[in-house]
């Protein structure tokens, strides 16, 4: 997520890397990217990017970044508290909030991923599919679902 030294757009704090990790470029190129333990979203509206901190996360991003961006700043934590392992709590929480702002296929997913009730995870992976029918990572995950749960997928 980070490309170099940077600080939250917030709270100013800075924020270094902590590890360096090589990723794969769509042509095969190994990339070497800084990683930062700490929990941040980076959101873009045009030219203008907000690294937001964990501890800047929800209340003071709220008053700095802009209405139309809250979906995605909330959207990311989700995907950051899931990536570190929390799929309770702080992640269903986070897109909860994205979808309070906009019922978005990428939070519906991500929610149905977090929840423990399987049939309304299905219900929310459905609905994922109808409002975007071509995101693909929805019709994996409940895919996935289904098989692990020895369901034949209906799609």
Known sequence: MMV??????IC??????DKMSTWVDSDG???KVPESAAILAL???GGTEYLVCESCYPEK??????PPLMHDLHYQFGLEYMARG???DRSKCAFLRALDVRRSAEALTGLAQTIQDHSKSVV???E??????????????????LERNGFAPDF
């Not at 170099?4 to 757009?9: K, L, N, P, T, V």
């Not at 100013?12 to 890397?17: C, D, E, G």
């Open 4 to 9: 170099d030294d940077e600080q939250c757009s």
């Open 12 to 17: 100013k704090q800075l924020i270094l890397p």
């Open 29 to 31: 190129n190994e990339i």
């Open 43 to 45: 959101i873009e509206d």
């Open 61 to 66: 991003a709220m008053s700095v970044i802009p």
């Open 86 to 88: 929390d799929r309770s």
């Open 124 to 126: 929310l992976l459905k």
């Open 128 to 145: 994922a599919i109808e409002i975007s029918p071509d995101f693909k990572y929805a019709h994996s995950v409940l895919e996935d679902f």
